[in-house]
């Protein structure tokens, strides 16, 4: 019996298919390319990114406008010299804040966006500025009193909000108040990130549709996320490292799913580490697979020659993609061996047969 190494192929040759190979054209099947990785290859991989035209659309250029309120907000308003006022709204006997998503002491906006105080009624404040509504209360207050001192402020920022998930320290909702919201600062309300983030796998969505971000990339480009401002509604989710793994099989120490670095980065050589290096007694160095779009319409397979002085350099340069598959093939005689184990049973039992019927 003749066991076949796996093809070494130079760049633009096809490797023949399994048993029956040869006739793999005439069967219809399609011969997948075998690239090998050279430097050149590593350079066009490497190609650095033009501009992100997802940062272009997401950067917030003008200023922003003032905070408007919204139902569920919460204000203060002071009266001065007028202490039944500010009775009116129990601060005197106002209990401590029990939990978080109770609203403090104060005027509560309510969900048709209006505000009651005494002597004002019930006024529609939703859409409007804090000094919109000082303006209201004092003219409405001078009505009753002779030029009224009148403070106005929000004690509690509950109408607009940005939820973050995923790999952060404490995902959840985070409320926006008058000081602007950008990417990093949700993040950092968030508890940070964690040690499985994916820092380069960044999802924003907004009003229906998706916008992935990779964060290593833009601060390379010299761009700032600190210049995304979030918008209310926005959800900011931070995938996991596990999420966008490599598989590597084959003769290594422990097949294993290798994960990207925070930077969302995982190398040739990153991936055989994780594995616990190629197996020095069954391994082919000689015969390391890189296996892409294995699960699409046009796969390709990069080989590289392990055993070669350069390889070091090479695997530590060649970069992996989500979902590759790195494969190290066994040598000649193991294959032998395992297909010789395989058939030693039928062997056996075929002896044994022949001796019973005798």
Do not use: C
Not at 16 to 27: D, L, R
Not at 96 to 118: E, I, K, T
Not at 230 to 245: K, P, Q, S, T
Not at 340 to 345: G, T, V
């Amino acid at each position: 019996m003749r066991m076949d190494t796996p093809p070494t192929l130079p760049t633009g040759e096809t490797a023949p298919g399994a048993a029956g190979g040869e006739n793999a054209a005439a069967q219809g099947q399609q011969e997948i390319p075998v690239t090998e990785i050279t430097l050149k290859l590593i350079r066009d991989l490497n190609t650095t990114p033009g501009p992100d035209q997802i940062y272009t659309e997401l950067q917030s250029g003008t200023k922003p406008g003032p905070y408007t309120l919204g139902p569920g907000d919460v204000v203060d308003i002071t009266v001065w010299d007028h202490p039944e006022l500010i009775q009116s709204q129990g601060q005197a006997n106002a209990p401590a804040v029990s939990h978080p998503s109770d609203p403090a002491p104060g005027f509560v906006v309510d969900q048709d966006g209006f505000l009651q105080f005494p002597y004002i009624g019930r006024e529609h404040v939703a859409g409007i500025t804090i000094e919109d509504v000082q303006r209201i209360v004092y003219r409405k207050l001078a009505e009753y009193y002779t030029n009224p001192q009148v403070t106005v402020r929000i004690v509690s920022y509950r109408a607009k909000q940005v939820f973050v998930d995923g790999e952060v320290t404490t995902p959840g909702a985070l409320a926006i108040t008058d000081v602007p919201m950008t990417l990093y600062q949700a993040i950092t309300r968030a508890g940070g990130f964690t040690k499985n983030a994916d820092q380069s796998q960044v999802v924003l969505v907004r009003e229906g549709k998706s916008y992935r971000l990779n964060l290593p990339d833009m601060l390379a480009r010299g761009e700032n996320p600190s210049s995304i401002r979030l918008r209310n509604g926005d959800m900011l989710r931070i995938v996991a490292r596990e999420e966008h793994g490599v598989y590597v099989m084959g003769e290594v120490s422990k097949p294993v799913t290798a994960v990207p670095l925070r930077n969302g980065k995982l190398n040739l050589s990153d991936a055989i580490s994780q594995a616990g290096s190629i197996s020095r007694d069954t391994a082919s160095p000689r015969q390391l697979y890189v296996i892409r779009g294995s699960t699409t319409a046009k796969p390709e397979v990069f080989h590289l020659d392990a055993g070669s002085p350069v390889s070091m350099i090479l695997a530590n340069q060649f970069p992996l993609q989500p979902e590759d598959v790195v494969y190290v093939d066994s040598n000649g005689l193991v294959r032998l061996s395992r297909v010789l184990n395989l058939l030693l049973p039928g062997i056996n039992a075929a002896l044994t047969a022949a001796v019973l019927s005798k």
